[in-house]
Structures are given as C-alpha cells and as structure tokens.
C-alpha cells in the first residue's frame, strides 16, 4: 500500500520560505506522478503543483509559478516542495499525493489522485 506523510509545515513571516517534505512508501516517490494541493480555511481544495514520474514535467497553479519549486529526492523516496515569497494567501493545510497508476505525468485534476497524505499546516503570518 501506497502511505505518504507530509512535513515542514509551520508558521512563517511574509516573505519568507519554507520547505515542504512528502515521505512516501516503497518507490512511489520514483514511480508516480506526484502532486501538491493546498486548503485554505473556509475554502475548497485547490491545485498547487504537479511533477511527472520522470521528475522532468512540472506544472504551477498560476497563484504560485515562479514561488514554488517541485521536485524530489528518488533515493530518499521524497516529494519537496520549495516555497518562497510566502504571502498570507498561501495558509493552507497542504498534501502530497501520487495518481492512482505509476508512470504517469501528472495532472492538476485531484479526483485523479488514488494516494493522499494526512496534510501540514503551513501559516503565513503578515
């Protein structure tokens, strides 16, 4: 079974970074499609980013490109997620997840993720 465990969520000023981490299962990190989403409080859950199997293809939700950095470590099986210029609007609890079938190239349709993380809170304090 597929687990993942988000981490490096915490409070932070404006402006500032922080780094995310999704430690994922076996080779789920090297085999899938992975994928960052975010929930703000008293909203949805929304698209943040996505990044291929091969860790070549990367696509941002138009609020963060240029902000955020996804990638990942093969060896040590974890997702990343490099946030800098941090703004309020970017409180969230934020989740990894993989696609439901290895070697795909990502997508940033989240009803096409099969594997989720229990989420971090990041908070961006002004």
């Known amino acids: 079974q597929v687990q993942l465990v988000e981490s490096g969520g915490g409070l932070v000023q404006a402006g500032g970074s922080l780094r995310l981490s999704c430690a994922g299962s076996g080779g789920t990190v090297s085999r899938y499609a992975m994928g960052w989403f975010r929930q703000p409080p008293g909203k949805e859950r929304e698209f943040v980013a996505t990044?291929?199997?091969?860790?070549?293809?990367?696509l941002y939700a138009d609020s963060v490109r240029g902000r955020f950095t996804i990638s990942k470590d093969n060896a040590n099986n974890t997702l990343y997620l490099q946030m800098n210029s941090l703004k309020p609007e970017d409180t969230a609890v934020y989740y990894c997840?993989?696609?439901?079938?290895?070697?795909?190239?990502?997508?940033?349709?989240?009803?096409?993720?099969?594997?989720w993380g229990q989420g971090t809170q990041v908070t961006v304090s002004s």
């Open positions: 997840a993989a696609e439901r079938y290895p070697n795909g190239v990502g997508t940033y349709r989240s009803s096409l993720y099969h594997f």
């Open positions: 990044l291929s199997w091969t860790g070549v293809r990367a």
